[in-house]
């Protein structure tokens, strides 16, 4: 490659970046539905014409971000994992790492939602495939972590498959941060802290891959007793 083009390759890059940088800047600050592709070309201080040089539509930007949102995603839950000898504990870490990321990033955790919520086809050259290769791999930080708790006993063997658990603590723990989200004010109505709903969450997740079945049985089986105690004092009354 010669030095001209080279520098060429080098500039185009920048320019995308400085677009880039510019349309996170607004999207953090207002919202993915308030911004306009000339928002953004007026705070990179470019032509919106330009803009649509490097980005096909305000789509393409949107998932340009979230390659960098899912990417990070990644990258935490991994570092976090790492931080812990034992399955259990990495799980746990993982879920404190989502949620101290969606604080620190919230336009980040709202392109995590709009990007499960998402169902066209993908090609995987795009920027929405290479989000989904990432959130593939953040979910198989989960997945490993939970393979490990089974291998170290710190987690019980017959919690299930692995992947469907990882996904459920995704939804689980997803669902809980947004309504700390967007609830909070309610939560403390209640009498209830962001912090302390958060912990709480994470320690039932704990405790269910902890727990043995036989131990949850009892209670299990106490719903249709109950039930059936009610229908007969009803009868009874009745009568």
Known sequence: MSYIAE?????KERRRAEILDAAEKLYAEMGWDALTVDQVARS?????????VYFRDKGE??????????????????????AHASGIDQVEA???AYMAYAHEFPHYFDFCSRFHAH????????????????GDEAKGAVVQAIEAGIRDGSIRPGVGEPRLLA??????????????????????RFGISTADFSNYGLGLLRAVAQSSP????PEASAAPKAAAARKAAAAAKAK
């Open 94 to 96: 993982i879920g404190q």
């Open 119 to 134: 169902s066209a086809a993908i090609d995987p050259g795009s920027h929405e495939g290479a989000c989904r290769i990432a």
């Open 167 to 188: 996904m459920t603590l995704w939804a689980f723990t997803h669902g809980m941060i947004q309504l700390a989200m967007a609830n909070g004010s309610d939560l403390e």
């Open 7 to 11: 520098r060429r390759g080098e500039e």
């Open 214 to 217: 036989a131990a949850a049985a």
């Open 44 to 52: 990179a201080r470019l032509s919106r014409a330009l803009v649509y």
């Open 61 to 82: 930007l949107l998932f340009a971000i979230g390659e960098r949102a899912m990417r990070l995603l990644r990258d935490r839950f991994i570092e976090a994992a790492a």
